[in-house]
């Protein structure tokens, strides 16, 4: 692939052995979209990586960066923990935030299969919530499903039994009120 040609940003990160890091993007819902959707929603970065000795250098992609920057969740999973980072591609330069996006997360456990609660979707399939496996940080794929009685799309996920996951999911600020 010729670097030059493509039509939008790229940066790498370097995992060391054990660890494996995955970034989402963070939108803001268009307007148009917005009355009864999500106020965010997040789309996990494609990436290509690379073995350099026992560290893993991935390349992460942004294909249409927003000219007012990007703002980033930067999740690595290591054996029993996962770190938590807020950052932001601002041009060519990622920066970590030093103050924190609303974000709700949780560990995820059942004894028995289970559905996870259903969350909307925007009207361009988008959505403010994911579900990964920290064991291979894939994310779980929802079932969608169109509810006619409130007009919208919306998805469940299925998760297995005596299995842990990782949800997290970009909130709408709540106004202080005085």
Do not use: W
């Not at 924190?100 to 919530?129: C, D, S, V, W």
Request: hydrophobic fraction near 30%; aromatic fraction near 12%.
């Amino acid at each position: 692939m010729d670097e030059e040609n493509l039509s939008g940003k790229y940066f790498s990160v370097t995992d060391p052995k054990d660890v494996n890091t995955v970034i989402y993007q963070v939108n803001r819902t268009e307007k148009e979209f917005s009355k009864n959707s999500p106020k965010y929603t997040v789309e996990r970065l494609e990436f290509s990586e690379e073995y350099i000795g026992a560290n893993k250098k991935k390349t992460f992609y942004i294909d249409n960066p927003a000219p007012d920057g990007n703002p980033l969740v930067i999740l690595s999973f290591a054996k029993e923990k996962v770190v938590v980072n807020m950052g932001f591609l601002d041009y060519d330069v990622i920066k970590i935030s030093k103050k924190p996006m609303p974000m709700k997360f949780k560990t995820l456990y059942n004894e028995e299969e289970t559905e996870y609660k259903e969350f909307a979707y925007t009207p361009n399939m988008k959505r403010p919530i994911s579900i990964i496996d920290p064991e291979t940080t894939e994310e779980v794929k929802p079932t969608l499903y169109f509810d006619e009685e409130a007009n919208e799309v919306k998805g469940k996920c299925k998760l297995k039994p005596y299995k842990r996951y990782f949800a997290f999911e970009i909130r709408e600020e709540k106004k202080k009120k005085d």
